[in-house]
């Protein structure tokens, strides 16, 4: 689910269990709506089977070792449109067509140098799936995955459900947790409390509907907590898409270090228009401001594709993709983001 890694405590969805205290009994009959997703060559999956590799011009945020990656996939259906809606005080939306699927993947880089802010899938292992499905109506489907077994190219496994309906939902959380005590669900063997934290960390994740909610708009104040997520969503409560053809994007605070310090052709700006300052205090490396405005980045795409930046390369090829697929309000609306990719042609 475009979704966000740290949402929790949501009304109606799975409660978190507290730690030592995790439930691993699942319901045998899965209720109505619920359907199981696998895929059994998770290398070749997103990149062989239709979909398009999201990247927007502002890097998502790693873990402190800078292993922990994350890639968001789209697949459209063939002929399906974007809808483009503007929205009240100079705001704008995407809505998607059904069959529809996007899928937010964490991967764990094993390449030599971790510290590479470009990341290639076929160099990491599959560790987290969660995403969502736009039915034969439009309606969303959540969707997850995990690992059948430790180890590198092993398959996944995981479900799909309706939004809204807590009892699917909890049904999947519960199975995936009781998977995860028979030796499923996670990349390496863990066992005792590292099992058991992981298994408690799964359930805090897994509050799909509070984390999405639909048309959210930016954030613009410091939140007091760390996992908040800064970005605005889309029609169906998805962030990465729309972030696409954002021109600034807030920096995500959501995981200890920032990649985007890296890019010469990166702006940070507070919403006083001043600089940014780039910040590393107690493991976090990030942006801040003066007071609690959140720093936005906008790339300078000319100047990076002019450089032959890979990042910038990817941000314009995935603008291009969703571009072609726009309504004719959106391609009016945000042709200039398009425009601003034509040094990256050709190259």
């Known amino acids: 689910m475009v979704l966000a ?8 969805e799975p409660a978190p269990t507290p730690p030592g205290g995790v439930s691993t009994k699942a319901t045998p009959t899965p209720p109505a ?7 059994p060559a998770p290398a070749t999956y997103w990149r062989d089977g239709g979909f398009i590799a ?8 790693t ?32 809505k998607f067509p059904p069959k529809t699927i996007v899928d937010r993947v964490d991967y764990w880089a094993l390449g030599s140098d971790p510290s590479e802010p470009t990341f290639d899938p076929a160099q990491g292992v599959v560790l987290d799936v969660r995403g969502a499905e736009l039915d034969a109506r439009g309606k969303t489907r959540w969707r997850v995955m995990r690992p059948e077994r430790s180890g590198r190219g092993a398959p996944l496994f995981g479900y799909s459900w309706p939004r809204g309906d807590s009892v699917a939902a909890s049904y999947v959380v519960d199975t995936m947790v009781a ?9 390496a063997k863990l066992s005792g409390d590292k099992l058991t934290r992981g298994q408690h960390r799964y359930r805090t994740i897994s509050a799909c509907n509070s984390c999405h909610p639909r048309n959210k708009p930016e954030t613009t104040a410091i939140h007091k907590r760390r996992d908040h997520l800064y970005r605005a969503t889309d029609d169906h409560g998805w962030f990465t898409p729309r972030s696409v053809f954002a021109k600034a994007i807030p920096f995500e605070t959501y995981r200890p270090r920032d990649l985007n310090g890296e890019q010469p052709w990166l702006q940070a700006l507070c919403p006083s228009g001043d600089a940014a300052k780039r910040s590393s205090m107690k493991g976090n490396d990030t942006w801040t401001c003066e007071g609690d405005g959140v720093p936005r980045g906008t790339l300078a795409l000319a100047s990076a594709c002019a450089a032959g930046d890979r990042h910038a390369r990817a941000v314009c090829e995935t603008r291009r993709s969703l571009f072609e697929r726009l309504d004719p309000a959106g391609k009016k609306a945000l042709a200039a983001m398009v425009a601003a990719c034509e040094s990256c042609q050709d190259r």
């Open 5 to 12: 890694p740290g949402c929790r405590d949501a009304p109606n």
């Open 54 to 61: 999201l990247t927007p011009a502002v890097r998502l945020p």
């Open 179 to 187: 998977a995860m005590s028979e030796g499923m669900g996670f990349y």
């Open 63 to 94: 873990n402190g070792n800078g292993r922990l990656r994350t890639r968001v996939w789209l697949k459209l259906p063939e002929d399906g449109v974007i809808q483009y809606t503007p929205l009240p005080s100079d705001r704008w939306t995407l």
């Open 33 to 39: 709506g619920v359907s199981p997703l696998s895929a």
